[in-house]
């Protein structure tokens, strides 16, 4: 068994220098790789080397495969991390790494192609009998047909890219009438996407919940599941507030939905960490639909509620080590939520809102954590993702987790580009989400930037309220010194939130 030396992060941002931070601590040395535009970036200055790959653009950069196989070579690292987006699922790319001698830390090449087509993934698990969503077991060759079978399933149903992701390639069809037509786009839109023309039909769930559960897997055949994320508040397919444990998900489902996503990995014979997606309907009938075979965005809500280090656990089953617990011994503790942090203003349609963080200071104390890969005074990068941070909190039920999340919000103060932040404050105060009671359309429902403004102006005035209060109480108390400590201190409020907006 050949212990991991050093370990080289294909990737960029908070994700590198999480993965960097769990390696530091098993001893491991780290190469940093960046691109021109991430010079000053966090993941460079943390790493103990640090290589430049090329331009900004990522297939300048993070996409070139064989550069960074070479570069690993070249300084003696013995595996790639690949975080996640970029070519994390790839199988072509954890192919070339382990035919050059080097260790993938993730799984097999095999898995990642079965999971990483919808089609081939829901024939894996059906011969396992998981709970699929029904419609056609295969692509669409004939339109008379598939016709058919809609009409069979019931409308509205469901065109899907196989290929898809992200919602690409996928059509919502009412009535038989826009069949064809609805299939034409999803086919053109999956063939330009994708380069994989390849479509299917399922039965339309109109306002699904988004489950995810979290499994790890050594290559001896063990697995275990590590719970759920609940992932439905999302805006155009971007998750925007993920939690574990789900408010809705009692322990007898909690159970159901972890044998069936066990089943799922065995069904690839899958091995490190990855995550099975259901969706599930208002009966809290749950139904899988796929499986990422990544780390994921999300992936600390889990580890508050667990104790594991998952990142530390993908290192350990790369390195061929067998997993040190079981099933019995994962309990969930406590409630974790987890906001992304984007550059994008919530006021105007969420355009990114790319700039320089003039202020930038994290917000701290007991059950927070934030994951990020900026400091002050350095700009975000046009050419990535524009999340600046995950703000995630840990409490000992969702109520604490949740006034912690404002707490920490509150305190967060980033200066010089528009945040999500507000939007999120928006969200965790919405009677919906207090109740557990919303689903993928709880933004749909419930947003818009006058509720966001509404919500703004009366947080002022209560706050402007609460010092008047204060103020006329005091001066009955007539001390002066009071007075003006109390002033000074409504200056630096106003200023504060002018600047944050
Ligand atoms: C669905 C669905 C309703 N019915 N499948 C969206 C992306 C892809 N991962 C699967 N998705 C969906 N599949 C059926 N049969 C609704 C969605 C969906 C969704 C799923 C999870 C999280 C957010 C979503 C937002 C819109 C639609």
């Not at 097999?108 to 192609?113: L, N």
């Not at 942090?341 to 355009?351: C, Q, R, S, T, W």
């Not at 963080?357 to 994951?371: A, F, I, S």
Request: some cysteine.
């Amino acid at each position: 068994m050949k212990k991991i030396q050093k370990i080289l992060v294909a990737n960029r941002g908070e994700i590198a220098l999480r993965i960097m931070r769990s390696a530091k601590e098993m001893g491991i040395k780290t190469v940093a790789v960046f691109s021109e535009a991430d010079r000053q970036a966090l993941h460079v200055q943390y790493a103990d080397e640090a290589v430049c790959i090329g331009l900004p653009p990522s297939n300048q950069s993070y996409l070139k495969g064989d550069l960074l196989i070479e570069t690993a070579l070249k300084l003696n690292a013995d595996a790639i991390h690949p975080g996640y987006g970029f070519l994390s699922e790839n199988a072509t790319f954890a192919k070339k790494v382990t035919e050059a001698g080097l260790i993938f830390i993730g799984p097999s090449p095999e898995s990642i192609v079965i999971m990483g087509d919808k089609l081939s993934a829901k024939e894996a698990a059906q011969k396992y009998n998981i709970p699929l969503v029904p419609g056609t077991p295969g692509a669409i060759t004939d339109i008379e047909e598939a016709k058919q079978k809609a009409t069979q399933i019931g409308y509205p149903v469901l065109i899907k890219a196989s290929a898809g992701g992200g919602g690409k390639g996928m059509r919502v069809v009412e009535n038989s009438e826009e069949f064809e037509s609805q299939m034409q786009r999803a086919v053109s839109e999956a063939q330009s996407s994708f380069g994989n023309g390849a479509v299917f039909v399922e039965k339309y769930i109109g306002s699904p919940k988004h489950i995810e559960i979290q499994v790890l897997g050594d290559k001896y055949g063990n697995i275990v599941y590590l719970f759920e994320r609940e992932c439905s508040v999302q805006r155009r397919h971007q998750k925007v507030i993920e939690e574990a444990p789900s408010a809705v998900v009692s322990p007898q489902m909690r159970k159901a939905m972890g044998e069936c996503a066990v089943m799922v990995a065995k069904s690839c014979n899958y091995f490190g960490a990855g995550t099975v997606e259901f969706i599930v309907d208002e009966k809290l009938d749950f139904y899988f639909l796929e499986m990422n075979t990544r780390l994921q965005v999300e992936h600390p809500v889990t580890e508050q509620i667990t104790g594991i280090d998952l990142v530390k656990e993908q290192i350990k089953i790369a390195q061929d080590e067998a997993l040190s617990f079981v099933q019995e011994d994962l309990k969930i503790q406590g409630h974790s939520l987890e906001i992304r942090v984007y550059a994008e203003d919530p006021k105007n349609n969420f355009l990114p809102d790319i700039g320089t963080l003039e202020t930038y200071q994290r917000p701290q104390g007991v059950g927070v954590r934030v994951d990020d890969g900026f400091s002050e005074g350095m700009t975000i990068p046009i050419y990535y993702d524009p999340m600046i941070a995950k703000l995630i909190t840990f409490g000992k039920d969702r109520q604490e987790a949740i006034e912690r999340m404002r707490r920490a919000i509150a305190e967060y103060k980033i200066v010089g580009v528009e945040t999500t932040l507000s939007f999120c404050d928006f969200v965790l105060q919405h009677e919906a989400f207090l109740s557990g009671n919303f689903d993928t359309k709880f933004v749909e429902k419930y947003f818009s930037v006058d509720k966001l403004n509404a919500k703004n102006n009366e947080t002022e005035m209560n706050v402007v309220a609460a010092l008047i209060g204060k103020l006329l109480s005091e001066k009955n108390n007539s001390s002066n010194q009071k007075e003006n400590n109390l002033l000074s201190h409504s200056n630096k409020k106003s200023n504060w939130k002018n600047r944050n907006r």
